[in-house]
């Protein structure tokens, strides 16, 4: 059964990093793509970061852009985000997810919609707060 867990998550002052991860068991993860969404109440969820194989580059949200980077660690089975200098409005739920979807044999990658993501986290919170 694919399954995926989230951990990292916590409280931290602005400015400060965090490192939250994503271990998948059930299947691996170097055949699909990778996404981190973030959700807080009231709003809609937004993906933050993607990564996929199908090219090899990472996307980012602007809100996000040169302070959160995607990463994968194929031998652990497991997907990082790397948060630096936080923000207050980087508090949220913090969910990782996959999406298998390809044509011809290609992952269809980054440029997917999030509905095609269809494993989800549990989610693990992030607080950024004085």
């Known amino acids: 059964q694919a399954k995926l867990v989230e951990s990292g998550g916590g409280l931290v002052e602005p400015g400060g990093s965090l490192t939250l991860s994503c271990k998948a068991s059930g299947y691996f993860l170097d055949s699909y793509t990778i996404g981190w969404f973030r959700q807080t109440p009231g709003k809609e969820r937004e993906r933050v970061a993607c990564?996929?194989?199908?090219?090899?580059?990472?996307t980012y949200a602007d809100s996000v852009k040169d302070r959160f980077t995607i990463s994968r660690d194929s031998a652990k089975n497991t997907a990082f985000l790397q948060m630096n200098n936080l923000k207050p409005e980087d508090t949220a739920e913090y969910y990782c997810?996959?999406?298998?979807?390809?044509?011809?044999?290609?992952?269809?990658?980054?440029?997917?919609?999030?509905?095609?993501?269809?494993?989800w986290g549990q989610g693990t919170k992030v607080t950024v707060s004085s």
């Open positions: 990564f996929s194989d199908s090219d090899g580059t990472a």
């Open positions: 997810s996959t999406n298998p979807r390809r044509i011809g044999g290609i992952l269809v990658g980054c440029s997917d919609r999030d509905a095609e993501f269809d494993v």
